[in-house]
């Protein structure tokens, strides 16, 4: 279902124009009030006045997550401190924080955003939401709070955790939307199997999952495990939080609200703008934020824009799952790995369970890395009789995409460790 048919279907080229528009609009207010965004126009050499369509927006310096670290906390504020009326921030596990601040018309904004984005799963004021996102600073709990009450879906406020009372409230209040992150979804697919829970059973038919990268093969084991269909969701604080993309049913990219998140890929290194279809670093403009909006900001995920037309009728163009980070890329001797490489390996393989941890290491000059995995009985074909004989086997499949050595190590259900929000994949041992 189309939440909101007028953007989202809009033709591409009034869209351009609107965009053109609401950027010029953007800029001229940010350069009035906000002295960093100033100081970097002036900088450059450029003028509001210098803005005239989209297109000029490749004119306009980067803001990169480190210069919104050097403002905390309100050094981005485009408003005076008294029409913020909300503030998340990033966890910060990373240094500091960064501050997305809201206005009233910030909040409404995030509202319409995540009303498209649980209308992508067909939610309809029919629905139970039972919200899993953590609530707090964290943007997911509320920006999924905002969306379903804008839908008018029944809302369960029940945030992260408590696993075993996400699957009572689920049996005795009919859940039929869950959203979580994936990790945490599969962990109450885990907990309701040990449980003796069908979830063929209950009405649950949809999962929006997000804030964390998954794979299609783990996509397909919680679809499998939990009786959905599960949907990718992705935002991040400094846009909006959940809202700024998702896919809609046909699965095939995540359609960005463009009309308001102008988005561009960059070559990470160089900064010059790549053509659709090429991969590279995702950067966002915040058409219409007031209180923190931000000028082509590098999120560091790694991308690529598709604009072939969408069976689902949408015009807004989409951006391909997450392929990871520009800071998740672990170099072992020389080879560049993500994280997110070695998930796709794995979940080809039957009998490996989504749940595993990248361990890397160095010993002596040489870095080594260690993938442990879960397994179950399925595993265990004819083939493959022995513990280790599976591990070589899996060990080759890592070295025919990564072209590296790893070590692979099968370890029991249940032994790493489940995460309530995003999970933990990778420990880099060689930083300690
Ligand atoms: O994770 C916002 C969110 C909440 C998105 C709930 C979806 C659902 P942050 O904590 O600021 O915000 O983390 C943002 O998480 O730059 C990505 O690297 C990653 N991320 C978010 N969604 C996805 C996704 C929220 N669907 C950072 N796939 C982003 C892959 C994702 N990575």
Redesign the pocket.
């Known amino acids: 279902m189309i939440w909101n048919k007028e953007y989202e279907t809009m033709e591409r080229e009034k869209l351009s124009a609107l965009q053109g528009e609401r950027l010029k609009e953007l800029i001229t207010r940010v350069y009035e009030n906000v002295p960093f965004y100033r100081k970097r126009m002036d900088e450059a050499g450029i003028k509001p006045a210098d803005i005239n369509s989209i297109k000029d927006i490749a004119r306009l310096p980067f803001t990169t997550k480190l210069d919104m670290r050097d403002v905390y906390p309100y050094g981005l504020l485009a408003v005076p401190e008294e029409d913020i009326v909300e503030v998340h921030t990033?966890?910060g596990t990373t240094g500091t924080p960064?501050v997305d601040a809201y206005t009233h018309n910030d909040i409404e904004l995030w509202k319409e955003v995540m009303a498209r984005t649980l209308a992508m799963g067909d939610t309809t004021k029919k629905d139970i939401v039972q919200n899993a996102?953590g609530y707090g600073l964290?943007?997911?709990g509320l920006?999924?709070h905002y969306g379903a009450m804008k839908i008018g879906a029944n809302l369960i406020p029940i945030s992260g955790g408590n696993t075993q009372r996400q699957l009572q409230v689920m049996q005795d209040f009919k859940t039929t939307v869950l959203?979580c992150?994936p990790s945490y979804s599969l962990f109450v697919a885990e907990e309701g199997k040990k449980a003796g829970l069908d979830f063929a059973s209950l009405p649950l038919r949809v999962g929006?999952?997000?804030?964390?990268?998954?794979s299609d093969g783990m996509r397909k084991e919680i679809e499998e495990k939990l009786h959905i269909s599960a949907i990718?969701?992705?935002?991040?604080?400094?846009i909006i939080?959940?809202g700024?993309s998702a896919e809609c049913e046909y699965k095939d990219g995540?359609h960005i609200n463009e009309d308001v998140f102008y988005p561009e890929i960059i070559d990470p290194d160089t900064g010059k703008i790549l053509p659709d279809g090429e991969k590279g670093e995702l950067v966002f403009t915040t058409l219409t934020k007031e209180g923190t909006p931000v000028i082509r900001f590098r999120?560091?995920?790694i991308t690529y824009l598709m604009r072939e037309k969408c069976q689902c009728g949408r015009n807004t163009v989409r951006m391909h799952?997450?392929l990871g980070?520009t800071d998740?890329m672990l170099i072992i001797r020389g080879v560049n790995v993500f994280p997110s490489q070695i998930e796709e390996v794995l979940m080809t393989i039957q009998g490996v369970e989504p749940h595993y941890q990248i361990v890397v290491d160095r010993k002596g000059q040489l870095d080594s890395i260690e993938v442990q995995v879960e397994m179950n009985d399925r595993l265990f074909s004819d083939e493959i009789k022995n513990l280790s004989k599976a591990e070589k086997m899996i060990e080759e499949k890592l070295y025919a995409t990564l072209n590296i050595h790893t070590v692979v190590k099968l370890v029991e259900t249940n032994s790493i460790e489940r995460s309530l929000g995003?999970a933990k994949r990778v420990i880099d041992r060689r930083q300690l």
């Open positions: 990033s966890s960064v996102y964290f943007t997911g920006g999924v959203t992150t929006l999952l997000g804030a964390e990268p998954w990718d969701i992705y935002g991040l604080t400094e939080g959940p700024v995540l999120t560091r995920d799952r997450s980070r998740d995003k």
